[in-house]
């Protein structure tokens, strides 16, 4: 079975703290993908990555940038949190479209700034 | 500009009875489609899709329709169950750079099934 792990399922931090959000996937795939999700406004891609130190802006990447270093590990900062990115974080991990449509998600990580 | 709908918040059907759940897109250039299904606290699970190529595709008690003319798509349960009890978000493919594939998310049902 297809693991995607995330280091904390819930978070509290302060506005202006820096905060790593940490997603492992175990399954040797090529694309990470970090999405928040918000009432009323479904999941929302922040960003993606589909090779290692590759990433690229999804819809919403104000605020956030992303590390890709081992292709297991994909890492979401928030350089300097602000109260309107509490929300629930979920990475993603998939195959090449021709391998594969599904993506395959983390738990999720509940964030709450201060 | 939500390029995937789903314009019901939320939906109750009884246990036994068929819950539609409906979903509809703007974009034409989406060649793939899938249902998700997510519990409180757990991340999304995959439960079914559709390539544009069909316009029906079955599993189990779970069945997806594609109507490409009117860019709508459904998710049929059939009987429903009270362990499907769960938001259900409707996901569509677009492909982005590099073989990575986006997929635009709707805003999610919650469907509650009544004993």
């Known amino acids: 079975d297809v693991k995607v792990t995330q280091s904390s399922r819930y978070l509290v931090k302060r506005t202006g703290e820096k905060v790593f959000l940490e997603c492992v996937q175990d399954m040797d795939h090529e694309n990470m993908f970090w999405y928040r999700q918000d009432p009323g406004l479904g999941l929302r891609l922040i960003y993606f990555?589909?090779?290692?130190?590759?990433?690229e802006k999804g819809d919403i990447p104000e605020g956030y940038s992303v590390s890709r270093e081992k292709k297991e590990r994909f890492s979401l900062i928030l350089e300097s949190a602000s109260t309107n990115q509490t929300s629930m974080y979920l990475c993603a991990s998939s195959l090449p479209p021709w391998q594969g449509n599904e993506q395959f998600f983390g738990p999720g990580t509940r964030l709450t700034v201060l | 500009d939500q390029q995937v709908k789903q314009n019901s918040p939320s939906l109750s059907v009884q246990e036994g009875r068929i819950s539609i759940l409906n979903c509809d897109y703007t974009?034409?250039?989406?060649?793939?489609f899938l249902w998700y299904k997510k519990y409180p606290a757990e991340g999304p699970t995959f439960l079914i899709s559709?390539?544009?190529?069909?316009d029906k595709n079955e599993d189990g008690r779970f069945t997806v329709f594609l109507n490409k003319s009117a860019k709508h798509l459904s998710l049929h349960i059939v009987p429903s169950q009270p362990g499907d009890s769960a938001v259900y978000f409707c996901?569509?493919?677009?492909?982005?750079?590099?073989?990575?594939?986006?997929?635009?998310f709707g805003q999610g049902t919650r469907l509650t099934i009544n004993p």
């Open positions: 974009n034409s250039m989406f060649d793939y």
């Open positions: 559709i390539s544009s190529i069909k």
């Open positions: 990555s589909y090779d290692v130190k590759m990433k």
């Open positions: 996901a569509a493919s677009a492909r982005l750079i590099q073989g990575a594939q986006k997929l635009v």
